[in-house]
T-cell receptor, first 116, second 118 residues
Framework: AQSVTQLDSQVPVFEEAPVELRCNYSSSVSVYLFWYVQYPNQGLQLLLKYLSGSTLVKGINGFEAEFNKSQTSFHLRKPSVHISDTAEYFCAVSDRISGGYNKLIFGAGTRLAVHP | GAVVSQHPSRVICKSGTSVKIECRSLDFQATTMFWYRQFPKQSLMLMATSNEGSKATYEQGVEKDKFLINHASLTLSTLTVTSAHPEDSSFYIC??????????????FGPGTRLTVT
C-alpha cells in the first residue's frame, strides 16, 4: 500500500526567505508524485508533478521539487516566498497504470505561513 | 481549459434531510470522476470513483447507501448525502479525469462544497 508523510504540519517563514516543504512516500511500485496547493475554502491547484525523466521538476509560482528515489522523497522548494504563498500544501502519490495514474493518495498537508 | 465546477459552493441542511452536490466538467468530457472528503485542517480522503454509465466504486469504510453517486453523463457526476447528520459536515471536493492524448490523462479538481448539517 502506498502512503505519504509530510513531515511538518506547519512551516512559518518570513517573506522573501527560502522554504522547503518535506514529503516522503512509501510504495512498492513505480509512482507518480504531485504537489498541490489549497487556498482557504477552495479546491486544489496542481503546482507540479513528477512522472519520469529529470528528477528536478519546476512548477508554477516559482516552486520546484526534486525526486529522490533512494530516499523516497519529493521535497518542495521555493527560493523566495511571498505573502500570497500562504496556503495549505499537499503532497500526493499515485501508482502508474496504463494511460496515466491511478487514484491519488494525499499526505496530511503542510500549512505554509508567510510573515511580513 | 480543463475547468471543473461544483454546485453549490456552500449548503446548510437540517439533520435527517438529503442534499445533492453536483460536479461538472465544463470544457471536457470526463468518463471518470472522483469524490473526496476533507475534514478541517486535514487531508483529502478519497470516497469513491465514479464512472460514467456504471456503478461507483467506493473506498473501504464509505457507506454506499449514505453517499449516493450518479455519473449519468460525460460532464456531470452527483453526490447525494442521504439522511444527513452533523458528523457528515465536511468539505467535499470532486475531481475529473481528462484525457490529454489517446493514451494519457490528468485529474482536475473542483472548488469544493462546504456542507454543514445542523
Amino acid at each position: 500500500a502506498q502512503s505519504v508523510t509530510q513531515l511538518d504540519s506547519q512551516v512559518p517563514v518570513f517573506e522573501e526567505a527560502p522554504v522547503e516543504l518535506r514529503c516522503n512516500y512509501s510504495s512498492s511500485v513505480s509512482v507518480y508524485l504531485f504537489w498541490y496547493v489549497q487556498y482557504p475554502n477552495q479546491g486544489l491547484q496542481l503546482l507540479l508533478k513528477y512522472l519520469s525523466g529529470s528528477t528536478l521538476v519546476k512548477g508554477i509560482n516559482g516552486f520546484e521539487a526534486e525526486f529522490n528515489k533512494s530516499q523516497t522523497s519529493f521535497h518542495l522548494r521555493k527560493p523566495s516566498v511571498h505573502i500570497s504563498d500562504t496556503a495549505e500544501y499537499f503532497c500526493a502519490v499515485s501508482d502508474r497504470i496504463s494511460g496515466g495514474y491511478n487514484k491519488l493518495i494525499f499526505g496530511a498537508g503542510t500549512r505554509l505561513a508567510v510573515h511580513p | 481549459g480543463a475547468v471543473v465546477s461544483q454546485h453549490p459552493s456552500r449548503v446548510i441542511c437540517k439533520s435527517g434531510t438529503s442534499v445533492k452536490i453536483e460536479c461538472r466538467s465544463l470544457d471536457f468530457q470526463a468518463t471518470t470522476m472522483f469524490w473526496y472528503r476533507q475534514f478541517p485542517k486535514q487531508s483529502l480522503m478519497l470516497m469513491a470513483t465514479s464512472n460514467e454509465g456504471s456503478k461507483a466504486t467506493y473506498e473501504q469504510g464509505v457507506e454506499k447507501d449514505k453517499f449516493l453517486i450518479n455519473h449519468a453523463s460525460l460532464t456531470l457526476s452527483t453526490l447525494t448525502v442521504t439522511s444527513a447528520h452533523p458528523e457528515d459536515s465536511s468539505f467535499y471536493i470532486c475531481s475529473a479525469r481528462r484525457w490529454t492524448s489517446g493514451v494519457s490523462y490528468e485529474q482536475y479538481f473542483g472548488p469544493g462544497t462546504r456542507l454543514t448539517v445542523t
